[in-house]
């Protein structure tokens, strides 16, 4: 199974600045990324999904991920943020394999955005 | 209709109350998760079905007890709760069932906020 590392459980950030949450996942074997997105008081939403293919990955309100197999890692930017922006942010990663049903998360990073 | 749907969206109940939470998907997805989350903490897997039979149950207490009548309807029964048992609980669905199905990302549904007195 694998395990996830979010390495920062904050990260302010005034608004239109650019960030990046990082995520390292652990294991060597083919793996399947995600972001999720959680604001206050809500369920998790889908941000981006890394199964294969282009090891860049968007959303559509400006966020990406690489998927980066050498560093064992799928960090989430955005050039230039917005107060709407302020969340939680899960990593999420699975084995490929067929019948893998595990989703193993992060701790979660908070993003503040400050005005 | 591409959603998971949660009923109800807060639930306070004693600790000897029973009630049962709900979740409803449409989208032909043949595995559904009930996940626990408590604050500031990621969501913890608890039960797995995958075409509506039980696959996985991680060794959670039996006050809680899920069901699947239906490869689109999930419920949650709880009896005799805790007050740790408060924490927010999300219903998630995947479009591949296990074996045989490929694994597919999950969605997730708003979930329902318990509070235990």
């Known amino acids: 199974a694998q395990s996830v590392t979010q390495l920062d459980s904050q990260v302010p950030v005034f608004e239109e600045a650019p960030v990046e949450l990082r995520c390292n996942y652990s294991?060597?074997?083919?793996?399947?990324l995600f972001w999720y997105v959680q604001y206050p008081n809500q369920g998790l939403q889908l941000l981006l999904k890394?199964?294969?293919?282009?090891?860049l990955v968007e959303s559509i309100n400006g966020f990406e991920a690489e998927f980066n197999k050498s560093q064992t890692s799928f960090h989430l930017r955005k050039p230039s943020v917005h107060i709407s922006d302020t969340a939680e942010y899960f990593c999420?990663?699975?084995?490929?394999?067929?019948?893998?049903?595990?989703?193993?998360f992060g701790k979660g990073t908070k993003l503040s955005v400050i005005p | 209709d591409t959603e998971v749907t949660q009923t109800p969206k807060h639930l306070v109940m004693g600790m000897t109350n029973k009630k049962s939470l709900k979740c409803e998907q449409h989208?032909?997805?043949?595995?559904m998760y009930w996940y626990k989350q408590k604050a500031k903490k990621p969501p913890e897997l608890m039960f797995v079905?995958?075409?509506?039979?039980?696959?996985i149950n991680e060794s959670v207490p039996s006050r809680f007890s899920p069901e699947c009548p239906n490869s689109s309807l999930l419920n949650l029964h709880l009896h005799a709760l805790q007050p740790e048992d408060s924490a927010l609980y999300l219903c998630?669905?995947?479009?591949?069932?296990?074996?045989?199905?490929?694994?597919?990302?999950?969605?997730f549904g708003p979930g329902t906020r318990l509070t235990v007195l």
């Open positions: 998630a669905s995947s479009p591949g069932g296990f074996p045989g199905g490929n694994y597919n990302e999950q969605f």
């Open positions: 989208m032909g997805h043949r595995a």
């Open positions: 079905y995958s075409y509506e039979k039980l696959s």
């Open positions: 999420a990663a699975s084995d490929s394999g067929a019948g893998s049903y595990q989703l193993t």
């Open positions: 294991s060597s074997v083919s793996v399947y």
């Open positions: 890394y199964l294969s293919g282009s090891t």
